[in-house]
């Protein structure tokens, strides 16, 4: 039986730090292929990989022919890049959203850990630079025809695994692993949280 999401592009966006990798391995726990060139490896920041594509990167300059064979596989897009998606594929878009806060404090851990001097830019400044950011890029997914999405909280997916994977079925359809799924996630490695 051909799996639902067979014919289409799964792409999971968000912000950095936003829980784009761990919804990455849950895919691919799930039976999703990932779309990754495994270049960028696992570290503190990640300890289970980023799931990243080089060449995602260069979708603002026309490097489109790799989504050709992407149909019924998941590939990481991060949001700067999303809008650069054409129009002749067909997109099931995971939105992983992050509380503001908790996201620009696991951005600054990174930082640090990479030995970067700390960001000059207020929190503030920052929060509202990527709040109108999305404001852009909800506008634009809207206003496709050829893509849909769902927007999946990061500390729920964490915190209420089960039911999070659940709305994923609904989404994608059925044919998804899910116990495998649940198992992926490790609450440990939910830090910087405020709730």
Do not use: C
Request: negative net charge.
């Amino acid at each position: 039986m051909t799996k639902p999401w067979n014919d289409r592009i799964v792409v999971v966006s968000g912000l950095p730090r936003s829980g784009t990798s761990l919804m990455m391995q849950m895919l691919d726990a799930g039976g999703i292929a990932p779309l990754t060139d495994y270049e960028r490896t696992a570290d503190e920041d990640n300890p289970k990989g980023y799931y990243e594509f080089e060449r995602a990167k260069k979708l603002p300059e026309g490097d489109t022919d790799w989504l050709e064979g992407a149909a019924g596989m998941v590939v990481k897009v991060i949001t700067a890049l999303l809008v650069s998606l054409p129009n002749d594929h067909e997109y099931d878009v995971i939105m992983m959203r992050r509380e503001m806060g908790e996201l620009l404090a696991s951005q600054q851990k990174m930082l640090e850990r990479r030995g970067v001097s700390e960001n000059k830019i207020s929190d503030e400044v920052m929060a509202a630079s990527f709040e109108k950011h999305l404001d852009g890029v909800y506008e634009w997914m809207r206003g496709r025809e050829n893509l849909r999405f769902i927007d999946v909280p990061y500390d729920r997916l964490v915190l209420d695994t089960e039911a999070q994977i659940i709305r994923l079925v609904d989404f994608l359809g059925d044919g998804l692993d899910t116990g495998a799924m649940a198992q992926v996630v490790s609450p440990e490695l939910y830090r910087q949280r405020t709730g």
